[in-house]
């Protein structure tokens, strides 16, 4: 799996665009906690997502996810960063289903940037968020 690289202020500001334009869309008559998730892949392109709220509960799906989902539809296998913007005042993080779909596509040095509405409000690898993690690199060739 290739390494994380270092993101230019370019990029994290196309990554936050994207996760808070996602925000915008997301359903969550329920909750009403809108989550919005950009993915930026190998190939420099940017994958968003939003969270799907369900009647029935378990049933629904994270920004992260649907990023992610975004991203492997359109030919990405490799992701090089994450950003993830919730309301805010609090940090909205990735849930540990995400992390470990992250972790898919993934490797531990990838920038992971928790936002709110204001900006980013912190920074954290996916190592960070998920040590010690199992992935594709744990079973041998298929």
Same mark, same amino acid.
């Given at each position: 799996?290739?390494?994380?690289?270092?993101?230019?202020?370019?990029?994290?500001?196309?990554?936050?665009?994207?996760?808070?334009a996602?925000?915008?869309?997301?359903?969550? =008559?329920?909750?009403?906690?809108?989550?919005?998730?950009? &993915?930026?892949?190998?190939?420099?392109?940017?994958?968003? /997502?939003?969270?799907?709220?369900?009647? $029935?509960? =378990?049933?629904?799906?994270?920004?992260?996810?649907?990023?992610? $989902?975004?991203?492997v539809?359109?030919g990405?296998?490799?992701?090089?960063?994450?950003?993830? &913007?919730?309301?805010?005042?609090?940090?909205?993080t990735?849930c /540990? /289903?995400?992390?470990?779909?992250?972790?898919?596509?993934?490797?531990?040095? &990838? =920038?992971?940037?928790i936002?709110?509405?204001? /900006?980013?409000?912190?920074r954290?690898?996916?190592g960070?968020?998920?040590?010690?993690?199992?992935?594709p690199?744990?079973?041998?060739?298929?």
């Open positions: 799996m290739a390494a994380g690289t270092a993101l230019d202020a370019a990029e994290v500001q196309a990554l936050l665009d994207a996760a808070r996602a925000r915008g869309r997301a359903h969550a =008559p329920y909750s009403r906690f809108q989550v919005g998730a950009a &993915v930026l892949d190998e190939q420099g392109r940017i994958h968003a /997502g939003c969270n799907v709220e369900n009647a $029935a509960y =378990p049933q629904g799906l994270c920004a992260e996810a649907g990023a992610l $989902a975004a991203m539809l359109a990405g296998r490799q992701a090089r960063a994450l950003a993830v &913007v919730g309301p805010g005042p609090g940090w909205t990735p /540990g /289903g995400c992390r470990q779909k992250l972790r898919e596509f993934a490797a531990d040095d &990838v =920038p992971v940037l936002a709110d509405g204001q /900006g980013v409000q912190a954290f690898t996916l960070e968020l998920l040590p010690h993690a199992f992935g690199d744990h079973l041998g060739p298929g």
